[in-house]
């Protein structure tokens, strides 16, 4: 993805108010709320225009993409609230307010800006005058488009041009920008990887000298971005130049094995639905993935927990990936025979993480990565959802009977209740046809009440 002998552009005023025909789709569609905003603020003569990625999503024909909406205005955040009557205050001392708009959705307004003091983490901003002023303080070209229902586009640096080439450059010299934030060296990686981008030899050279200045970044926007490219649709891109730049082996560098082809094709066989809930599952599958082949398919769990730990994952997010490693990339032999063993596991882990186990098993089959054959992770899958689609207990709350019926029975409260109702979850997960209270009654009468 790195592009060889690609020209470095220079700020074309040719291309400044709008640009040629080609490949770029130049209808942008910007939802109705967004004329409304943008109206109303001009008629107030505060300049604004929209930003942000669904200006470059627009450009690439794929409005329907991740991208905001945003709105960079002249008008001060104190202006923006005045004249907005629902507003979130945002980030105020970074120029941004939060808008509803007639959609009911929540629309970044942000005062032009530009940076006055940086430190590789987050700039100490101060607001403009212009748009100029705002856009040369972006990242990269791509993300330094404006558009305005009347003046169209205005793309000082020939962003759309690039789009049209799928060529990643930085505003201006790369190493003065990821000196800046070094957040962008991941962010370029993402956008090279989830947008099919070549990345400028410079930009990637400035790239590459800047991976050591990740280690200054705090660990949850670290992890916001790791998390983003395993949200995408084909995550093994932006993977594959995470090791090639030397990101990974910064960020993540209890990963002995590296991303080999191996676990690249197992990740990205994880599917993903639409649903932005959906996709954030999906994330989590494909990190225990990357866990589990980065340590050689025997993943330490304190390994796993000290690593996410470190990026800050919530305790529910580091079980959750734990649990879906705990089960490799196939099903053992005894699982695939004994129904008993099956049902066991299932329960030790939950319907949802024993459904994410099976979905690894599914993409390292898809990308024949599975130690199993498909004849057996078949079965196996259509085994499990046989049993949910019944209702074969999973867990003493399944039972029909409880401890309160074993009490009425004439047993003495005390630890062999709990004993004994494990025993009859282990004979009804032989065989779920005596999930009956009147038969589990009769099973425990056999051992006899203990007083």
Request: charged share 25%.
């Amino acid at each position: 993805m790195l592009a060889s002998g690609a020209p470095h552009h220079r700020r074309d005023r040719e291309r400044e108010r709008g640009i040629g025909t080609g490949r770029v789709n130049v209808k942008v569609n910007a939802p109705p709320a967004v004329h409304q905003l943008i109206a109303t603020l001009e008629g107030e003569d505060f300049e604004t225009w929209a930003v942000g990625g669904a200006i470059r999503d627009a450009l690439l024909g794929e409005p329907g993409g991740d991208g905001d909406w945003d709105l960079a205005t002249r008008a001060t955040p104190r202006q923006v609230q005045r004249l907005f009557r629902r507003t979130v205050p945002l980030g105020i001392r970074y120029g941004t307010v939060g808008v509803f708009g007639s959609d009911d959705i929540l629309y970044e307004v942000t005062t032009f800006r530009h940076d006055v003091l940086t430190y590789g983490r987050k700039a100490v901003v101060a607001f403009a005058t212009s748009l100029e002023e705002d856009l040369a303080r972006r990242d990269f070209t791509v993300n330094a488009i404006a558009w305005h229902p009347e003046r169209k586009l205005f793309d000082p640096y020939g962003g759309a041009k690039d789009l049209e080439h799928r060529l990643l450059r930085t505003v201006g010299d790369p190493a003065e920008r990821f000196r800046e934030d070094y957040l962008r060296v991941l962010r370029g990686l993402r956008f090279a990887g989830t947008l099919e981008m070549e990345i400028h030899p410079d930009t990637w050279k400035g790239m590459v000298d800047a991976v050591p200045g990740l280690a200054r970044l705090s660990m949850e926007r670290v992890r916001e971005e790791l998390l983003r490219v395993l949200a995408s649709a084909v995550p093994s891109r932006a993977l594959e130049l995470y090791e090639r730049s030397g990101a990974r082996a910064l960020i993540l560098p209890d990963l002995q094995q590296g991303i080999g082809s191996s676990a690249l094709a197992t990740i990205d066989a994880v599917r993903g639905r639409r649903t932005k809930e959906s996709r954030s599952v999906a994330a989590e599958v494909r990190l225990a993935v990357l866990l589990l082949f980065g340590a050689g398919l025997e993943a330490d769990p304190t390994m796993v927990a000290d690593t996410l730990t470190r990026l800050r994952f919530s305790k529910s997010e580091t079980e959750r990936v734990q649990a879906a490693i705990s089960g490799g990339l196939g099903p053992g032999a005894g699982l695939l025979s004994d129904p008993v063993a099956r049902r066991r596991w299932h329960a030790s882990l939950g319907r949802w993480r024993a459904h994410d186990v099976l979905r690894i098993w599914f993409a390292a089959l898809r990308a024949g990565t599975s130690p199993a054959g498909r004849a057996e992770v078949f079965r196996l899958i259509a085994q499990a959802r046989s049993d949910l689609r019944n209702g074969v207990p999973m867990s003493l709350a399944d039972l029909a009977v409880a401890g309160k019926d074993l009490l009425e029975k004439g047993w003495a409260p005390g630890p062999e209740i709990g004993r004994t109702l494990g025993r009859l979850l282990e004979a009804v997960w032989s065989d779920p046809g005596l999930n009956d209270r009147a038969t589990l009654l009769e099973l425990a009468a056999e051992e006899g009440p203990v007083r």
